[in-house]
């Protein structure tokens, strides 16, 4: 497995003081980007797999991985893209051995000469992360119990960057009333039990009366095969931030149509433009509701526009998937994203394209 060798540093952001404001600050460098010329609209093609399943999908080298709570065999199904067949069902709720409590996938696999392996959330609360193969047995176990009764704000996920530290994504949480805290990165020395580092992106900001839609900087983080960048879509804000893990340094790289920085306090309606985000070496595919409609007017089986971004914050290139689906992932290893709609159609598009 790859590592990233990471010294401790000062943080590489100056704090503002706990104050709330109605002035929102981004700490780091913020780029407006032109949208790219092309649109490229992707021609699917069908790929049969025998069930029936719920929940996210996720694909990796091949294989495809469905999170259902609709079998009792298992959370997560394993699947085989060439011929359509279960490879395994994993995760089963009980207390034996390699069963679980509860079982949350938050989509990060890694890869050696062995095999390929899963990091799963081992219960709700997400006290214990996993590390799981493809037979559902357990090869590492990450306790976060130490980290989460110090720096528990809302964590969007954990990235495991080596055989000792981790990364912590943070989303805003209320502090009292409607005031929020600052989103940011968390690095954790899981073999001390100490954070090491912290990287905020948002100042802390105050909610206005008027506003409908909580968590306002409510985002989703993916990181870089090679844990040295971690990207970050941010969902209200229309923007895309890319961090370098090893100093922290962020950029926001918004395009020009994105809504100001601080539009909740104006009397625009908050929408989400973005959706989720995958990434691989090269590039970030950013999901982005079509037409920048909210989810309120677009519904889950509505076709999609895919932004892609390189890791210096280019936007290379608009994908446009007319196909209906309610879940999207993208296999690095193959350059296939995949889609599927609530009849279980999974359809992939093959975008190799873009790396010749």
Same mark, same amino acid.
């Given at each position: 497995?790859?590592?990233?060798?990471?010294?401790?540093?000062?943080?590489?952001?100056?704090?503002?003081?706990?104050?709330?404001?109605?002035?929102?600050?981004?700490?780091?460098?913020?780029?407006?980007?032109?949208?790219?010329?092309?649109?490229?609209?992707?021609?699917?093609?069908?790929?049969?797999?025998?069930?029936?399943?719920?929940?996210?999908?996720?694909?990796?080298?091949?294989?495809?991985?469905?999170?259902?709570?609709?079998?009792?065999?298992?959370?997560?199904?394993?699947?085989?893209?060439?011929?359509?067949?279960?490879?395994?069902?994993?995760?089963?709720?009980?207390?034996?051995?390699?069963?679980?409590?509860?079982?949350?996938?938050?989509?990060?696999?890694?890869?050696?000469?062995?095999?390929?392996?899963?990091?799963?959330?081992?219960?709700?609360?997400?006290?214990?992360?996993?590390?799981?193969?493809?037979?559902?047995?357990?090869?590492?176990?990450?306790?976060?119990?130490?980290?989460?009764?110090?720096?528990?704000?809302?964590?969007?996920?954990?990235?495991?960057?080596?055989?000792?530290?981790?990364?912590?994504?943070?989303?805003?949480?209320?502090?009292?009333?409607?005031?929020?805290?600052?989103?940011?990165?968390?690095?954790?020395?899981?073999?001390?039990?100490?954070?090491?580092?912290?990287?905020?992106?948002?100042?802390?900001?105050?909610?206005?009366?008027?506003?409908?839609?909580?968590?306002?900087?409510?985002?989703?983080?993916?990181?870089?095969?090679?844990?040295?960048?971690?990207?970050?879509?941010?969902?209200?804000?229309? =923007?895309?931030?890319?961090?370098?893990?090893?100093?922290?340094?962020?950029?926001?790289?918004?395009?020009?149509?994105?809504?100001?920085?601080?539009?909740?306090?104006?009397?625009?309606?908050?929408?989400?433009?973005?959706?989720?985000?995958?990434?691989?070496? =090269?590039?970030?595919?950013?999901?982005?509701?079509?037409?920048?409609?909210?989810?309120?007017?677009?519904?889950?089986?509505?076709?999609?526009?895919?932004?892609?971004?390189?890791?210096?914050?280019?936007?290379? =290139?608009?994908?446009?998937?007319?196909?209906?689906?309610?879940?999207?992932?993208?296999?690095?290893?193959?350059?296939?994203?995949?889609?599927?709609?609530?009849?279980?159609?999974?359809?992939?598009?093959?975008?190799?394209?873009?790396?010749?």
């Amino acid at each position: 497995m790859k590592t990233v060798k990471l010294t401790i540093l000062a943080l590489s952001v100056l704090l503002v003081s706990c104050e709330t404001t109605q002035n929102l600050e981004f700490y780091g460098k913020s780029i407006v980007v032109d949208n790219p010329k092309q649109t490229d609209v992707l021609k699917g093609r069908p790929i049969i797999i025998e069930g029936e399943y719920t929940g996210m999908m996720y694909a990796y080298d091949g294989m495809l991985v469905f999170e259902s709570d609709l079998h009792p065999d298992g959370k997560l199904y394993l699947y085989d893209v060439e011929t359509g067949k279960r490879i395994n069902a994993i995760g089963k709720t009980g207390q034996g051995p390699n069963e679980f409590t509860g079982l949350h996938f938050f989509g990060d696999f890694e890869k050696d000469s062995n095999g390929v392996y899963l990091w799963v959330n081992e219960d709700p609360r997400r006290n214990t992360i996993v590390l799981l193969n493809t037979q559902g047995e357990r090869v590492k176990e990450i306790s976060t119990i130490k980290f989460k009764s110090t720096n528990w704000y809302g964590i969007g996920g954990f990235h495991v960057l080596n055989d000792s530290l981790l990364l912590a994504h943070v989303s805003p949480a209320v502090i009292f009333e409607k005031k929020y805290s600052a989103s940011g990165e968390y690095v954790f020395n899981y073999k001390l039990g100490e954070t090491v580092k912290q990287y905020l992106a948002y100042s802390e900001y105050e909610e206005p009366e008027t506003m409908l839609y909580p968590d306002y900087l409510s985002s989703f983080s993916v990181i870089k095969p090679d844990k040295t960048k971690l990207a970050t879509a941010v969902f209200s804000l229309k =923007r895309l931030n890319i961090m370098d893990v090893e100093s922290g340094k962020q950029v926001s790289v918004a395009t020009k149509d994105a809504p100001d920085l601080n539009y909740m306090f104006s009397d625009k309606p908050v929408e989400d433009y973005y959706r989720t985000l995958k990434c691989d070496e =090269r590039y970030i595919y950013v999901l982005e509701y079509v037409d920048g409609l909210s989810p309120d007017i677009v519904n889950d089986s509505s076709p999609g526009i895919v932004n892609v971004f390189d890791w210096d914050g280019n936007f290379v =290139r608009i994908l446009r998937i007319d196909e209906g689906y309610v879940a999207f992932a993208f296999d690095p290893i193959r350059k296939i994203l995949y889609t599927k709609n609530d009849a279980e159609k999974v359809m992939a598009y093959d975008v190799n394209y873009l790396y010749k």
